[in-house]
């Protein structure tokens, strides 16, 4: 379990105790201890014993040092003040979030000339700390010696110049974090104990923020003819749900920019069962309405200049004597039909109606499709990359300019009419599958089939949702992979202010 802190900023501070973490660029004098009282010089000692030359996320531990009002005292390292970006801040307050244990308050100074240490540097490095504390606990019933200290909230104060904007700019990085961490959970949780009921009621928890939020049932889909969704989810006593989330920040008349994801709660690949080994990993295979789901409590915490439509098709899919079989055909809401190859191609058959009815109903600017779609795309592009398809050039480089910025990397990958080609169906308009040959392609061609001409992007984060490569912000199974993504395209492309 990882401390929990609440963050304030100062213009300066007082220090009596507890811990003081320096952070240093690689230009700064290593002797110098900035704000921190020193009259020992041990800093200096300990640099030049250990040669320490504050490369990126070095540290300098120094327990107890002569002198000094403090208990502790951390050097960690910055690196080269002119190659710092936003995602170094948020590793570095990762990194000093990560050595903050058994204390009650933490001081927090910079020692960065040739640096911008911006009011944002500073909430970026506070927003660092707040998504490496994150941990899921929720089912532990006994917790060691360690993690019982750590469950105390630890006072930190970041000192920086302008203290009162690092406040303002962290109520947003503030905002960020809860996304991200809501998605986590909803990933993390158990599918005994999110189901498409429960997910819809997790999402339904957003009206406190002021996101108008409609629960579509079986009922509700039948009438509309979602065939493709309620297909999946005939095999499943649990039923299915619709959320359509609605966040309206910007001016009346502007269309909505919106986001759909897929909310498979459960995916056992139904008849065409999946193996046993690591079946249980399928709990994640709704990180794309989990991402979806963070980013709308992201933008309506902070209350987004933008009208944005957020929907999750949420269904299990289960092989009992009432699931679809291979073979099958179903018509979906476009009414375009659809030969079922194989059931644990599934995902496409909840978002092609998803997309079709976002579409049809709020006519958006664009949308944007997240799923945990394809193993293809991992054997393609491992856990750093999601695979972005698209049918928009300036959509799609303003996606890869976001992930460049918060490090949730995507990858484009080749949408063409000779793949499209592979879902062509003898018995139907199309197939679910085009076989094992680019399988990742295929399935986006099968959703383009489903989004007309308005502008689309298809974000494949199968590798970076769950299981992903854990690192200094996320120490977490569920990385809530898309909020920060998602965010940064909607703060940098299309608010008002």
Known sequence: MSAKFEISFSKSAKLSGGLA?????????????????DPA???????????????????????????????????????????????????????????????EKATIFIDAPGADVSAKAAADFALGMLLRAYSFDTYKTKKNDDEEKQAKSVK???????????KRAFADAEAVADG?????????????????VEFAARAKELEKLGVEVEILTEREMRRLGMGALLGVAQGSVRPPRL?????????SKDRPIAFIGKGVVFDTGGISI????????????????????????????RKAEVNVVGIIGLVENMPDGNAQRPGDIVTSMSGQTIEVINTDAEGRLVLCDALWYCNDRFKPRFMINLATLTGAILVA????????????????????????????????????????????????????????????????????????????????????????????INQSWGSGFGVRLLDELVCANYETR
């Not at 973490?21 to 009282?37: C, H, N, P, V």
């Not at 570095?92 to 903050?100: V, Y």
């Not at 959320?243 to 001016?251: D, I, L, N, S, T």
Request: proline share 4%.
């Open 21 to 37: 973490i320096l952070l240093k660029t690689s230009e700064a004098d290593t002797a110098a201890g900035a704000d921190i009282a």
């Open 41 to 103: 010089g041990v800093i200096a000692k300990a640099s030049k014993i250990a040669r320490f030359s504050a490369k990126s996320l070095a540290a300098l531990d120094l327990v107890a040092p002569e002198g000094a009002p403090v208990e502790r005292i951390i050097v960690l390292g910055l690196g080269k003040p002119a190659d710092l970006t936003v995602h170094d801040w948020l590793k570095a307050g990762g990194s000093a979030g990560s050595r903050i244990k058994n204390t």
């Open 156 to 166: 930190v104060t970041i000192v920086t110049a302008d203290a009162a904007a690092a």
């Open 180 to 196: 991200v961490n809501l998605a986590r959970d909803l990933v993390n949780e158990p599918p005994n104990a999110l189901g498409p």
């Open 243 to 251: 959320a359509v989330m609605q966040w309206k920040g910007g001016k």
């Open 274 to 301: 999946k193996p046993a080994a690591n079946m249980e990993d399928m709990k994640g295979d709704m990180g794309g309405a989990a991402a979806v789901t963070g980013l709308m409590h992201t933008l309506a915490a």
């Open 381 to 472: 592009l491992g856990n750093s990359h999601a695979g972005l398809f698209s049918n928009d050039d300036p959509l799609a480089a303003q996606l890869t300019a976001a992930g460049l910025v918060t490090n949730e990397k995507l990858w484009r990958m080749p949408l063409g009419k000779e793949y499209d080609k592979m879902i062509d169906s003898k018995f139907a308009d199309m197939k679910n599958t085009g076989g094992r040959l680019a399988g990742s392609i295929t399935a986006a061609h099968f959703l383009k089939r489903f989004v007309q001409d308005t502008p689309w992007a298809h974000l494949d984060i199968a590798g970076t949702a769950m299981g992903s490569v854990q690192d200094e």
